[in-house]
């Protein structure tokens, strides 16, 4: 079974840069997409980023494109969200998924991580 486990979460200003790990284990998980997703109070799942960890081949939303990089670390079995200029409407609990399609569908991923709280205060 893969089992994801997502820190690095925080309380950080306007402007601020902040780094999200998603620690990976289980027998086949370098043959998957890793995806992260953001959550913010009342409002649906959308997606972030996404990665191929065995090409490294990456995906971003519109939105997210030119501040936040995904990149995954082979020797530390980690994801890694970088996160830059961040804005309050950043805030939400942010996930670390994984699946089989390639994919900006949170329905298609079929593991999950139990997400970090990001709050960006103005």
């Known amino acids: 079974q893969v089992q994801l486990v997502e820190s690095g979460g925080g309380l950080v200003q306007a402007g601020d840069s902040l780094r999200l790990s998603c620690a990976a284990s289980g027998p086949t998980f370098r043959r998957l997409v890793m995806g992260w997703f953001r959550q913010a109070p009342g409002e649906e799942r959308v997606f972030v980023a996404a990665i191929r960890w065995s090409e490294g081949t990456t995906l971003y939303a519109d939105s997210m494109k030119g501040r936040f990089t995904i990149s995954r670390d082979n020797a530390k079995n980690t994801v890694d969200l970088q996160m830059n200029s961040l804005k309050p409407e950043d805030t939400a609990v942010y996930y670390c998924?994984?699946?089989?399609?390639?994919?900006?569908?949170?329905?298609?991923?079929?593991?999950w991580g139990q997400g970090t709280q990001v709050t960006v205060s103005s």
């Open positions: 998924a994984a699946g089989i399609l390639w994919s900006t569908r949170g329905e298609s991923y079929d593991y």
